[in-house]
């Protein structure tokens, strides 16, 4: 199994880094996307992928919600970091209205800008959208085209969100802990969400898969997403894991 968006690199794993990591092959996850998110964090993210080449992948990209006054410096970073090093993806990128809107204008001005850096090199885009779909279709509506391709990482939509991201026809769904919590609604969406178009993902430290909801996530709990979409599909989870790889390997070219 892969787990495409992992941020095994933070504070959180300071402590069990490695063990964490081996924790995770043990149980099957043999390799993961690891996104930064600003200058902030960059080093510790290229650090981890530098000590364990073929097993993590880096991605490079400003999150929404580091969009701040300096964003023209973060930008600019992101530009010649993709000059100087190989990434598998840009990201993580996109918009945010849950935490804060006061930087919209700017949120909306770095996902465009960021969106023509990966396609320029022809890298796919991981997308963190929260209360945010109409403002991220704006854009997409506006400079999509078949080279822009990438992931709705932690997706959170309604049918017609899915239904929307179909219609650009270059994106898959990311698929993490909250399918599995008992109050969810997304098993219903993923209902019509066919596994081709699915990728998994834990978005390690958050976001953590029941039973053990409330704690640190970590990638060794990626088969509790991969049994709770074979539960749903009608199928083995191998047939799962078989198939979200090809899926990952196809998105990020690993
Ligand atoms: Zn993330």
Redesign the pocket.
């Known amino acids: 199994m892969i787990d495409t ?1 992992s ?1 095994l690199y933070s504070k959180e794993f300071d402590a069990d880094r490695d063990a964490a990591l081996k924790r995770a092959i043990g149980n099957g996850v043999s390799q993961f996307i690891i ?1 930064s ?1 600003d200058m902030s964090d960059f080093d510790a993210m290229m650090k981890l992928c530098n000590d364990y080449p073929g097993v993590c992948f880096p991605a490079v990209g400003l999150h929404p919600t580091s969009v701040k006054d300096d964003y023209e410096n973060e930008l600019a970073f992101v530009e010649k970091q993709l000059d100087l090093n190989r990434f598998v993806a840009v990201g ?1 990128i996109g918009i945010d209205c849950y935490w804060s809107v006061d930087y919209i204008v700017q949120q909306r001005d770095a996902f465009e800008r960021q969106i023509k850096l990966a396609e320029r090199r022809n890298l796919p885009i991981i997308i ?1 959208a929260r209360n945010s779909f109409a403002e991220i279709f704006a854009i997409l509506d506006r400079v999509h085209n078949s080279n822009v391709k990438g992931v709705f ?2 997706f959170s939509g309604v049918r017609d969100d899915y239904l929307k991201i179909k219609e650009y026809g270059t994106f898959m769904i990311g698929v993490g802990g909250v399918i599995t919590f008992k109050n969810s609604k997304l098993s219903q969406v993923l209902d019509i969400v066919p596994i081709t178009d699915m990728l998994l993902e834990t ?1 390690a430290p ?1 976001l953590t898969p029941h039973p053990y909801r409330g704690q640190r996530n970590e990638s060794s709990y990626i088969p509790l997403i991969a049994q709770k979409i074979a539960e749903l599909k009608n199928i083995s989870i191998e047939e799962v894991d078989k198939i979200t790889s090809e899926n990952a390997k196809a998105m990020f070219n690993i």
């Open positions: 968006h941020h996104p998110t993580e963190h990482h932690g978005d958050y």
